[in-house]
């Protein structure tokens, strides 16, 4: 059976225990109190997962995760849009705005430079390769 992978609440990669429909029919008590100790079980039916069990606090978790509201989503934002308003960051929208296209153009290939891997020069491949 296939590695089962799940993401839990907390956003860790944990792999989920794989248990046959029968045994948890048979011992669902035993079973319901290991996943809400240990996290969620696949329920499988002929070495295929059909259903997963998980606490109700996973489950919550999940659920307000996919269902954001508007208003969350409104307030998360507003507090990017308020983290962006600094004065120095007004001064650099500004800035860029003023500037001339030669001014834009150095600036981009300033910063190009910055994030840019370091490469050996030419003739120390060159000779490099000659060695070997």
Not at 23 to 30: D, M, Q, S, T
Not at 53 to 71: D, N
Not at 96 to 105: H, R, T, V, Y
Request: charge should be positive.
């Amino acid at each position: 059976m296939p590695r089962l992978i799940f993401r839990n609440s907390l956003g860790q990669l944990v792999d989920i225990a794989a248990i046959a429909a029968t045994r948890v029919k048979n011992e669902f008590g035993a079973i319901l109190e290991q996943t809400m100790h240990s996290g969620p079980v696949a329920i499988t039916r002929h070495d295929r997962p059909k259903a997963v069990l998980l606490s109700f606090t996973e489950f919550e978790s999940l659920v307000k995760e996919r269902s954001r509201s508007l208003g969350d989503l409104s307030e998360e934002f507003d507090e990017l849009l308020a983290r962006m308003q600094t004065p120095q960051a007004r001064q650099g929208v500004e800035a860029a705005f003023n500037a001339s296209s030669e001014e834009l153009g150095r600036a981009a290939v300033t910063a190009s430079k910055k994030h840019r891997a370091p490469t050996r020069k030419r003739s120390q491949r060159l000779s490099r390769a000659a060695r070997t």
